[in-house]
């Protein structure tokens, strides 16, 4: 073994949270590597192009945001802890999002980052639950979420003490949920907290040029701090003696000593690299995958007819089902984001129109698909899919969409897994979380998704958190 | 290296790893935690730079030792010096 190839610390994966992690570590003087398997960094937030137009994957919006001189939030720890200036991250507020629920979107909560705003639509809405909603409000706000040691309790559990209008409730669970939860139909209670605070009680907002601002950002101030990375290099294996790891194996074959491993790609994924002892509890891959279509238009979606919104939760049955969809797509409900329609500086605007729907898919589906018919499911739907989505809109012509559409792509279940490399394509990971980011092996740690804490934000608090409490405050 | 020096070291990593805090009324003799908004992921950070900058190991159980400028002072000066600044 080359001992010019010993780590303080290796960190699998240049996702947000590995970036993270790396950026603490080599801040502090650790001799560190990223070893990142695909050509690009960003993990489930990342990017790519097509026909010279850049596509963010992941990304609608930036949760967590709050505005300049709000302290104490996850946003102001992480740029405190990163070093990050928040200029660099180049954040423009959400212009209004809404959650739409019946078929045609009868029932409908508007919410802006100015929390009121919420707080005065659930009133009108549901004027019975106001009380209901305020405690619950309460009880979300003085609750612990960074605990790494609280005991898992059902969030529906809790939020029915306060609210006893199912339409509310599913109407609460709709955007957290799709915004973060790797568990069907209820979620532990402190994750439910974390995405409602991220994206009601805090907000959202997006740089200009997208995700890519702020992986840029994260990979100079790596560089800049003395980090290795190495790109279309995953690890492939652990290596252990004496029941610790002493060294990784590359894809490509070689081998490099490290003291420690910090694993970003996810704990089920992770438990693969080395023989696990008996009785060991295998982490359960995540049933939760999702498709996304995107179209490029010529015209902004204002232009359009069809309004501000920056992202729209909607719903068209009696209860919002959050389940694996048991055909290819669920597209009962579903997100729509229009990355136009955030405040962008100085009255910007993006040079193109992008509508982008999120709806649950079925990976297992989308995986036994033949090439051919694969390419054909997609293009089916991709139009039921976008039907879908704009009952919830104000009412566009087909006509007027097909003249101004550009270009379109659509990703599935099948992509997220090749290029993330999540079992299963669960873009939430595993819906057990391990929040002491503990694995079998006492010297490797795991951060990211699968650790618990949610969002761009959370994922790169969590690897934050993940390198002081196990290798920096050791 | 005076008392004086020992609380700008302090102050200059506070707007390091604090940098949204306005700095210029600190009032030496008043917890930091009081008149800053510093939690433990903060302090933690102090400790780390003054090992990173200065060489100075600060023990956990003397993380009392760094809650105002004055402590602060109290107690690093005298590691300062034994380093010879």
């Known amino acids: 073994m080359n001992s010019a190839h010993h780590y303080d610390v290796v960190i699998i994966g240049a996702g947000m949270s590995g970036l993270a992690a790396g950026i603490r570590l080599a801040h502090f003087g650790k001799k560190v590597c990223i070893f990142e398997r695909h050509n690009a960094v960003g993990g489930l937030n990342s990017f790519y192009s097509q026909q010279g137009r850049k596509f963010d994957v992941g990304l609608h919006a930036l949760t967590n945001f709050v505005r300049p001189g709000v302290k104490g939030t996850p946003l102001t720890k992480l740029l405190r802890q990163l070093r990050i200036s928040r200029d660099e991250f180049q954040l423009a507020e959400q212009k209004r999002s809404r959650v739409a629920f019946g078929p045609n979107g009868e029932t409908s909560l508007t919410f802006t980052n100015d929390f009121a705003v919420f707080e005065s639509e659930v009133a009108r809405e549901f004027p019975g639950q106001i009380d209901g909603f305020r405690a619950l409000v309460a009880t979300v706000r003085s609750y612990d979420d960074v605990s790494l040691d609280a005991k898992p309790v059902s969030a529906r559990h809790v939020v029915r003490r306060h609210i006893s209008d199912l339409l509310l ?157 048991t055909d290819e797509v669920d597209p009962r409900s579903g997100v729509i984001c229009f990355p136009n329609n955030f405040n962008y500086e100085n009255g910007q605007e993006l040079a193109e129109g992008v509508f982008r729907c999120t709806c649950l898919a079925n990976h297992a589906q989308w995986q036994n698909l033949p090439e051919a018919s694969y390419r054909q499911r997609k293009a089916e739907w991709f139009q039921v899919i976008q039907a879908s989505a704009r009952r919830f809109l104000p009412a566009v012509s087909d006509q007027t969409l097909q003249e101004s559409l550009i270009a379109t792509d659509m990703f599935t279940p099948r992509t997220v897994e090749k290029f993330t490399g999540h079992l299963g394509g669960a873009i939430y990971g595993s819906p057990r979380k391990h929040r002491q980011g503990t694995t079998s092996l006492p010297n490797v740690y795991l951060c990211g998704t699968d650790q618990g804490f949610l969002g761009i934000i959370g994922a790169m608090l969590s690897g934050i958190s993940m390198a002081n409490y196990h290798i920096l405050r050791g | 290296m005076t008392k004086e020096d020992t609380q700008q070291v302090v102050l200059d990593i506070i707007a390091d790893v604090a940098p949204d805090e306005d700095l210029t009324n600190v009032k030496p003799d008043v917890r930091l935690r009081d008149q800053l908004e510093l939690d433990s992921m903060d302090f933690l950070d102090i400790v780390m730079e003054l090992r990173k900058r200065h060489n100075i190991e600060v023990p956990e159980a003397d993380y009392p030792q760094l809650a105002s400028l004055d402590s602060c002072a109290e107690y690093l000066t005298p590691k300062f010096e034994a380093l010879g600044k």
Request: proline share 4%; glycine share 8%.
């Open chain 1, 169 to 325: 409730e599913d109407m609460l669970f709709c955007p957290v949920m799709y915004y973060g939860s790797a568990e069907e139909q209820d979620m532990e209670f402190g994750q439910f907290v974390i995405m409602f605070k991220a994206l009601f009680l805090e907000g959202f907002a997006r740089p200009f040029d997208g995700v890519r601002v702020i992986l840029r950002t994260l990979v100079d101030k790596y560089r800049a701090a003395g980090g290795e990375r190495r790109m279309k290099c995953g690890v492939r294996r652990v290596i252990t003696r004496e029941g610790r790891a002493t060294a990784v194996e590359l894809d490509d074959g070689a081998v490099v000593t490290t003291d420690q491993v910090i694993s970003s790609i996810g704990a089920p994924e992770t438990e693969r690299l080395w023989s696990q002892p008996a009785g060991h509890q295998a982490s359960p891959v995540g049933a939760l995958s999702f498709v996304e279509t995107i179209s490029i238009l010529q015209r902004q979606p204002r232009e359009l007819g069809w309004g501000d919104d920056t992202i729209v939760f909607f719903n068209d049955r009696e209860r919002f089902d959050y389940v694996a969809a």
